[in-house]
């Protein structure tokens, strides 16, 4: 069947460090595959996707690359803000069937 | 543009009661998804609808259940609610099952308690 699967958190960052949350897939046919950001008392938002193999979605210094060969679409940023404290859903698309990944929880202090 | 909106946002019940959440998708959507978001357990599919009709539904009791309108709004309903109901119920709308792959985009969620 389809899933998704992200790494566990909560993370915790300095400002400025590096970012990286894994994720990986299972999927039948060609899915897909999105990044959502849910900020405190909020609804998920949509923050990059990408649509086919080698694709990179982009957004607000966010990036993530599909790899089909390894089954992942890991996020990463190059310089965390305190702004980005959030919780991050990797999700996948087959069809009109979404299946999300369990969050990740990023906090970054100053 | 407006975006999805979820009324009411808060919503306070006791168990037995009944509960009616509403949600308005995008314009030009017409795929309204549901989902409850308890404290800690990620997201959990409840009910697909488009274009008036009930098109999959998640692993939930037949007392959840809902609707969509001719105008793509869409309402969920809790029957006979207990304690375990306390969530965030958030919806999400797309452009529909024509349009496979298309992201959907969600409301701030109500939130329910159960007392």
């Known amino acids: 069947g389809n899933s998704v699967t992200q790494m566990e958190g909560p993370v915790t960052l300095s400002e400025e460090a590096f970012l990286t949350i894994n994720c990986t897939y299972t999927?039948?046919?060609?899915?897909?595959l999105f990044w959502y950001v849910q900020y405190p008392g909020e609804g998920l938002q949509l923050l990059l996707k990408?649509?086919?193999?080698?694709d990179k979605g982009s957004n607000k210094g966010f990036e993530a690359t599909y790899r089909k060969e390894t089954t992942s679409f890991h996020l990463e940023k190059g310089s965390v803000q305190v702004s980005d404290s959030a919780v991050y859903f990797c999700a996948l698309s087959t069809g009109n069937q979404f299946y999300f990944g369990t969050g990740t929880s990023l906090t970054v202090i100053p | 543009e407006a975006g999805v909106t979820q009324s009411p946002t808060h919503l306070i019940k006791t168990r037995g009661q009944q509960a009616t959440l509403r949600c308005s998708p995008i314009s030009g959507h017409t795929s309204v998804y549901w989902y409850q978001q308890a404290l800690g357990l990620g997201l959990q599919f409840l009910l697909w609808?488009?274009?008036?009709?009930?098109?999959n539904r998640g692993n939930f009791p037949p007392r959840f259940s809902g609707r969509q309108f001719p105008n793509y709004s869409s309402e969920l309903n809790v029957n006979a609610l207990e304690l375990e109901d306390s969530a965030l119920y958030l919806c999400a709308s797309s452009l529909g099952r024509r349009r496979i792959n298309q992201p959907q985009h969600f409301g701030d969620g109500t939130r329910l308690s159960i007392l």
């Open positions: 609808y488009d274009e008036g009709e009930e098109r």
């Open positions: 990408a649509t086919k193999a080698d």
């Open positions: 999927a039948t046919g060609y899915p897909s």
